[in-house]
Nanobody, 115 residues
Framework: QLQLVESGGGLVQPGGSLRLSCAAS????????IGWFRQAPGKEREGVSC???????YYADSVKGRFTISRDNAKNTVYLQMNSLKPEDAAVYYC?????????WGRGTQVTVSS
């Protein structure tokens, strides 16, 4: 069964860093694009970053220069390195993929940015 599991969230001060992980099981993520999304309370879910099967990357303007997406195919995991975090980055972060025309989401990991 295909599964995505996020981890690495937590509480960090403004300006701090976190690295989120999205571990895949039930399929080999080498051949698929993986996206990171986030949803803050009262707001719609928004795209943050994604990485294609050939490692092309995309970043939302709000995170460009601060976030870096990468993949480790040997570990079947995609990472989101988040630096210079701001209070407005606080949200639940989800990873997502489309496999055989169906969207799969993880359950999310909470990121809180506060002093």
């Amino acid at each position: 069964q295909l599964q995505l599991v996020e981890s690495g969230g937590g509480l960090v001060q403004p300006g701090g860093s976190l690295r989120l992980s999205c571990a895949a099981s039930g399929f080999t993520l080498d051949y698929y694009a993986i996206g990171w999304f986030r949803q803050a309370p009262g707001k719609e879910r928004e795209g943050v970053s994604c990485i294609s099967s050939i490692n092309s990357t995309y970043y939302a303007d709000s995170v460009k220069g601060r976030f870096t997406i990468s993949r480790d195919n040997a570990k079947n995991t995609v990472y989101l390195q988040m630096n210079s975090l701001k209070p407005e980055d606080a949200a639940v972060y989800y990873c997502q993929t489309t496999y055989k025309s169906r969207n799969y989401w993880g359950r999310g990991t909470q990121v809180t940015v506060s002093s």
